[in-house]
């Protein structure tokens, strides 16, 4: 991406055909569409913020809902491409510290990967997701939890593709004589409708939403992910209006990668003032970033970009923040 924050958010339109290439050739060797269908005709999704037109036979931006005969067909409460594997609590979480995860000594989280998202990411973390494919049944996964899963954490990739199968399964766990805690991260995309089933198994379970707040500035989410984050703050919105009736553990957590460059002094404070706004007591945690995928010649986070954040955050009086991946800044 050789524009910086500023040329994107003040020249989008010119330079969006150079930016549709980037992430056309970031896709291309993994079988995905170049680019959000928009076909006349076509069948919507209306999974997530894409909205995508499929026409026949073509799949949409995730690369796993599909036009076939003339309706959507791919993921849903029976299968998914799911991978899951345990980690010990407490774990490396982006909410450990305020979840009650943290302090589950003894248990174990079942963290579930599934393998497709809605964003494109170039500088993905875990991009790797674009090459798992494993099937398997909700049944499946649910077999997974046993007497000493304190947590389940739906991530990726990203649980939106699969928004049906981590809500049936969901259901059948809260079935079960010892209830796992529940949460979600995800990168806020969505339909809020469906952001409302997953935060009432999030609250009932002492589970969080944990959303990526990527960027403020639609035109450099778009840049940097793909996609437009208009979901993403609205699911923020709607998860924060739960925040007074559970204060402990908090019900949502918002993250942010400090991606050297680009999430800059005016992206922080439009962050800022937009948490802000919505309740105080939101908890944002910021990671430091290590370079990654197509952004792989990118430095780390330094620390001076870090302590910006959290100086930006503190003006706005957002105290209940936390810095992550410490051991990667420079």
């Not at 899951?84 to 989280?109: E, F, I, M, Q």
């Not at 494993?134 to 649910?142: I, M, P, R």
């Not at 981590?166 to 979600?184: D, G, N, Q, T």
């Amino acid at each position: 991406m050789p524009y910086c924050p500023v040329c994107i958010r003040e020249r989008f339109d010119e330079l969006r055909p150079a930016i549709d290439e980037a992430h056309e050739r970031a896709r291309s060797s993994f079988h995905l569409p170049a680019r959000i269908p928009a076909e006349a005709g076509g069948v919507k999704c209306s999974l997530c913020v894409n909205e995508c037109s499929i026409g026949e036979g073509g799949s949409g931006y995730c690369g796993v809902r599909r036009n076939i005969a003339g309706s959507i067909d791919g993921p849903d409460g029976d299968w998914a491409y799911v991978d899951w594997y345990y980690d010990p609590l407490p774990t490396n979480c982006v909410a450990d510290w305020v979840c009650r995860g943290s302090k589950d000594h003894g248990y174990k989280n079942l963290a579930v990967f599934y393998g497709a998202c809605t964003f494109d990411c170039l500088f993905c973390q875990n991009w790797h997701f674009r090459e798992r494919k494993n099937k398997a049944s909700v049944e499946d996964l649910v077999k997974a939890v046993d007497s000493l899963t304190g947590c389940v954490c739906y991530f990726g990739g990203d649980p939106t593709p699969f928004a049906l199968h981590s809500l049936e399964a969901s259901r059948l766990m809260s079935e079960r004589r010892r209830k796992p805690r529940i949460c979600w991260e995800t990168n806020g995309s969505v339909a809020p409708a469906y952001m409302e089933k997953w935060l009432a198994f999030a609250l009932a379970s002492d589970g969080c939403i944990k959303i990526d707040f990527k960027t403020f500035n639609e035109n450099l989410n778009i840049a940097l992910c793909g996609a437009s984050n208009r979901n993403t703050k609205e699911n923020i919105r709607q998860v924060a209006e739960c925040i007074e009736q559970r204060e402990e553990p908090p019900v949502l957590i918002v993250n942010t990668l400090i991606i050297p460059g680009y999430i800059d002094e005016q992206e922080l404070e439009s962050m800022a003032k937009f948490i802000g706004s919505i309740n105080k007591k939101i908890p944002w945690s910021f990671l430091a970033f290590y370079p990654h995928f197509r952004f792989d010649d990118m430095p780390c986070t330094s620390r001076k970009q870090a302590e910006m954040a959290l100086s930006i955050a503190a003006d706005y009086e957002i105290k209940n923040t936390h810095l992550g991946n410490v051991h990667l800044l420079r």
